[in-house]
């Protein structure tokens, strides 16, 4: 059977030289892998495979779908306050990432980008020789294969630092066929070697390491080459057999290291990811919108302070005391999360601080609903100690009732919800802990 070759149309695939004999048996393969592509044999020995339009617009939609759930999972584990990443456009084609308090964006562009497509390929090598030395261009590559790359093979670059302190490249001639890749990983971490330089260490699922196992019993003595995103990163000779277990090396820093795991970790990013436009918001649009959200929290602790003092009378200063106490506590939590649990950030963003404010009208419902307890128990004759006492202790079950509820939509809020909803659902959570402490 011969290659596949792509048409000069998208969605569309060739297969040519095929042995018409074997018609029957092609077609029943081809129906295997391709599913509910257009099967058409145009000749003898030649097929036509024509992607439908409904199946590429669901490849299409899933593709932005899984890339927007690995965003989140990677832009999740760096510990960014609220981030907002959402489908956007009219066919829903783009994706929208917004970052608050995100400095080095150069970082962060290059950690979304990374579709992490990780892939272990065992080398080709030229007629008559059992060693390779990678070549500066592709054209001295093809010269050692007489001129043509075999059709089983392909060229992948590796950069290299030169001696004049550039960067360089080489081509390495590698199997299209792949052994394993990112998706066949357990678990991978970032380790040291032997020399306490940073590599990243892996493990594979069993299956995977079933193929591994044969694939480096086959390349013992030879290259295996470890290829990232279409690039080689290491090219190591295979010294014994592996089985479920190894390291990368690639000349890695710490922090290189600890962003390839966290690629791998959360997944190849299924399409190729390109930057079509970019903001920095300056800090006076921020502030702003801070401020208005500031100024909206201010009016409403003074507005229901002035009610309870009116209302209440003296009575209320108990009240705005404990209101007061509130808030002081929410805000030392909320400095207190990067010790409390390590990597935490608290960023104050708009969804927190209506998280504050709804704070603050349960903190006075729960005043509201012992005061009128209190005020029931003196119209029945009873000293004012007592009366307090039974307020306090009669309305308690009704106060942890209202507030357990509401912790338990907050949990559902924190846990299912994304960015700005897990924002309102920290600071509201914090928030009613405060309230029924105070």
């Not at 991978?188 to 480096?216: G, I, K, N």
Request: some cysteine; aromatic content about 8%.
């Amino acid at each position: 059977m011969g290659n596949p070759v792509p048409d000069v149309s998208a969605g569309t695939i060739e297969l040519r030289d095929t042995d018409p004999a074997r018609e029957t048996e092609i077609r029943e393969l081809v129906e295997d892998w391709f599913g509910p592509w257009d099967i058409q044999r145009v000749s003898p020995g030649l097929w036509r495979f024509t992607m439908p339009a409904a199946y590429r617009a669901e490849i299409e939609r899933n593709s932005v779908t899984s890339s927007i759930e690995t965003m989140r999972n990677r832009i999740d584990a760096l510990g960014v306050a609220e981030p907002i990443i959402a489908k956007q456009g009219r066919d829903g084609d783009r994706i929208l990432v917004q970052l608050p308090g995100v400095e080095d964006s150069d970082r962060y562009r290059d950690i979304l980008k990374r579709q992490a497509e990780l892939l272990w390929k065992p080398m080709t090598y030229p007629p008559g020789q059992a060693s390779y030395i990678p070549q500066p261009t592709q054209e001295a590559v093809a010269a050692l294969f007489g001129g043509t790359i075999p059709v089983d093979t392909e060229l992948f670059p590796q950069e290299v630092l030169n001696a004049d302190g550039t960067v360089g490249q080489v081509w390495w001639p590698l199997k299209r066929i792949t052994t394993v890749s990112g998706s066949d990983l357990r678990n991978v971490y970032r380790s040291a070697d032997e020399w306490q330089e940073a590599v990243v260490a892996f493990e594979l699922h069993p299956e995977a390491a079933s193929r591994f196992e044969a694939a480096t019993q086959a390349n013992v003595g030879k290259i295996m080459a470890i290829v990232l995103d279409n690039k080689v990163i290491s090219a190591p000779v295979i010294e014994s057999v592996i089985r479920n277990s190894g390291i990368i090396r690639g000349g890695f820093t710490i922090d290189s290291a600890d962003e390839l795991v966290l690629s791998l970790r959360s997944g190849a990013i299924p399409a190729k990811i390109s930057i079509e436009e970019e903001w920095a918001v300056g800090p006076s649009l921020g502030r702003d919108s801070i401020r208005s959200g500031v100024t909206a929290m201010l009016a409403s602790f003074l507005g229901v302070m002035l009610f309870m003092l009116v209302y209440y009378r003296m009575s209320g200063i108990n009240a705005v005391v404990a209101l007061g106490l509130n808030i002081l506590l929410v805000f030392g939590v909320l400095a207190a999360l990067p010790w409390l649990f390590s990597g935490a950030r608290a960023t104050l963003t708009l969804p927190g601080i209506a998280g504050l404010i709804l704070t603050i009208g349960m903190a006075v419902d729960s005043n509201v609903l012992i005061f009128e307890r209190i005020r029931e128990e003196l119209i029945q004759g009873k000293t004012i100690g007592s009366a307090v006492e039974q307020g306090f202790g009669k309305a308690l079950s009704t106060i942890l009732d209202c507030n357990v509820t509401t912790l338990v939509a907050a949990f559902f809020l924190f846990s299912y919800g994304t960015g700005p909803v897990k924002g309102f659902a920290v600071t509201l959570t914090i928030g009613l802990l405060a309230s029924m402490f105070t």
